[in-house]
């Protein structure tokens, strides 16, 4: 018989509730914490989590290493959402930009509507309510934009 304080259960109480009694032989209680034997240990949280180690030579990085199912999948959609916050705030900072220098060109006369980025397609709109798609919005700014209502003023 072994002692309590010199079994695996007694040396190592928080390894000890991941032991798998299914699996396993014997209780933690019945098996010395120094003993060369094989033994099975489970998540006690999740019980899908199984693996198996020597308890003569095991540590904690079995133990602390696992991420139960439920909570990986509950990590990844906070770091999806706070990815997609981050990539908001992005497009949001370079439409704010964007429209800053619009503004700046051609004072208040043209407004974005659809903006994808500096080197893609957008439409603008006109104050008098006429719409441009334009093939990049860096064009509209480096060129004139012309609305058709100040081609017809000119005549």
């Not at 190592?12 to 699996?23: C, F, G, Q, T």
């Not at 019980?47 to 003569?56: A, C, S, V």
């Not at 959609?77 to 800053?100: F, T, W």
Request: hydrophobic share 25%.
């Amino acid at each position: 018989m072994i002692e309590y304080s010199n079994s695996f259960e007694g040396v190592y109480p928080s390894m000890a509730i991941w032991w798998d009694n299914e699996l396993n032989d014997l209780k933690p209680s019945e098996v010395k914490y120094n003993q060369d034997y094989y033994a099975w240990f489970r998540c006690p949280k999740c019980k899908e989590y199984t693996f198996r180690r020597n308890i003569k030579f095991i540590s904690t990085f079995s133990f602390v290493n696992h991420i139960c199912k439920d909570k990986k999948n509950e990590l990844l959609k906070l770091k999806e959402k706070s990815k997609s916050e981050e990539e908001q705030n992005k497009y949001d900072k370079r439409l704010e930009r964007a429209s800053e220098e619009l503004k700046n060109k051609y004072d208040d006369n043209w407004k974005i509507i659809d903006f994808k980025g500096y080197m893609k397609p957008c439409i603008l709109q006109h104050s008098c309510g006429e719409t441009k798609k334009i093939t990049r919005f860096n064009n509209a700014i480096k060129n004139n934009l012309k609305c058709d209502c100040e081609k017809k003023n000119k005549k």
